[in-house]
């Protein structure tokens, strides 16, 4: 078997994944992205398990295994992310995070202004 389809199917996946975490401001659709680029690895791990001769049998499938495991615990951890930062801010736009100053809450902000009067 040709392992060309496989290796540039992958990498236009990659790319593709690339591409969307570079350009997208949504924190959903750039999870989305990430999880394009282990897709792609995962199906080169596979590709290169069956046509590499390799010291250990089904190496590259465990290794996908592991992967997809990752990739799992990465939208757990992630989509909390995401949830937290919408209820702070009320958006999921990656342009509007701010990462140097904590959140001022709602509440703080009103008695701050009524304080000043």
Known sequence: MRPVIPYVTAALLF???VYGVLRRRNAVLVLMAVEL???????ILV???TTVRAALPHS???????VIVLAAAE???GLAIVLQLYRLRATVAV???ALTEPPVP??????NAEAGR
């Open 75 to 77: 939208i757990g951890v």
């Open 106 to 111: 709602a509440r703080a902000a009103g008695q």
């Open 95 to 97: 342009d509007d995070v």
């Open 37 to 43: 680029m282990l897709n792609a690895v995962n199906l």
């Open 15 to 17: 790319g593709l994944g």
């Open 60 to 66: 590259g499938q465990v290794f996908a295994l592991f």
């Open 47 to 49: 590709t290169a398990d």
